[in-house]
């Protein structure tokens, strides 16, 4: 019975370990996806920078 419960204990720890790597790669995944995404966003505010600059430049040529 106590050889039974080292393997338990060994299991579990294995499963452990197993399951903090998982968790280790899911937030590595995360953190990339954020970075993609605040890459996104200050393009986006780039461009958007880019059309009200157009915009003015359109509007003032008229006036």
Do not use: C, P
């Amino acid at each position: 019975m106590a050889e039974e419960e080292e393997i338990s204990e060994a299991d579990l720890s294995g499963r452990l370990a197993t399951v903090l790597e998982e968790i280790r790669d899911v937030m590595e995944k995360r953190k990339q996806r954020i970075e993609e995404l605040r890459q996104e966003i200050t393009d986006i505010e780039n461009d958007n920078d880019d059309l009200e600059k157009t915009i003015s430049e359109l509007l003032d040529s008229f006036g």
